[in-house]
T-cell receptor, first 112, second 115 residues
Framework: DTAVSQTPKYLVTQMGNDKSIKCEQN?????MYWYKQDSKKFLKIMFS???????INETVPNRFSPKSPDKAHLNLHINSLELGDSAVYFC???????????FGDGTRLSIL | AQKITQTQPGMFVQEKEAVTLDCTYD???????LFWYKQPSSGEMIFLIY??????QNATEGRYSLNFQKARKSANLVISASQLGDSAMYFCAMREGPGMGRLYFGRGTQLTVWP
């Protein structure tokens, strides 16, 4: 009965490859987010979708493309991976603005 | 300017003692929410406590309480009776205004509880 689940948990790949991270929430929330946590543990928003509509699109290389097939799913596709993409990527969801965002366990992406 | 500032990169506390983790924020929006999250070494983000800008009383959740001083724009987390399992990174975060906006995070405070 995991609330926000991400797959895979670990992703090790080579520079130049394309990869996807999947996220699903079973909380019935309307809004989902992708955050990136860098090597110094700093968390920063990348994207947010509300009912499948993109509402936040931070200054992120266009190699990163989110896709939301329905409001329970928000996937992140990354093209032409670079060394600097190595980080932990967190998916989150929330319903009301005054309610906390619920985070998945994170996907640790390592680029060789 | 940073939206959230956590000035303590690391804090140490003895088991069973109380500890305060500092957080100051910067916003001109009259409506905002403040959140604290815990990230243990296993990596997951665990929500601890929430304070709304219009809340009259300081939030409390079990051993966690939030010392909210609106005029000073501070929202310090107080952990009472520390336990070894409290050792983790703690993040303060803010969301501005109504609407499904992003969370702005501070850089975190690494708390170590020693026996």
């Amino acid at each position: 009965d995991t609330a926000v689940s991400q797959t895979p948990k670990y992703l090790v790949t080579q520079m130049g490859n394309d990869k996807s991270i999947k996220c699903e929430q079973n909380l019935g929330h309307d809004t989902m987010y992708w955050y990136k946590q860098d090597s110094k543990k700093f968390l920063k928003i990348m994207f947010s979708y509300n009912n499948k509509e993109l509402i936040i699109n931070e200054t992120v290389p266009n190699r990163f493309s989110p896709k939301s097939p329905d409001k329970a799913h928000l996937n992140l596709h990354i093209n032409s991976l670079e060394l600097g993409d190595s980080a932990v990527y967190f998916c989150a969801s929330s319903q009301e603005w005054a309610q906390p965002q619920h985070f998945g366990d994170g996907t640790r992406l390592s680029i060789l | 300017a940073q939206k959230i500032t956590q000035t303590q990169p690391g804090m140490f506390v003895q088991e069973k003692e109380a500890v305060t983790l500092d957080c100051t924020y910067d916003t001109s929006d009259p409506s905002y929410g403040l959140f604290w999250y815990k990230q243990p070494s296993s990596g997951e983000m665990i929500f601890l406590i929430y304070q709304g800008s219009y809340d009259q009383q300081n939030a409390t959740e079990g051993r966690y309480s939030l010392n909210f001083q609106k005029a000073r724009k501070s929202a310090n987390l107080v952990i009472s009776a520390s336990q070894l399992g409290d050792s983790a990174m703690y993040f303060c975060a803010m969301r501005e205004g109504p609407g499904m906006g992003r969370l702005y995070f501070g850089r975190g405070t690494q708390l170590t509880v020693w026996p």
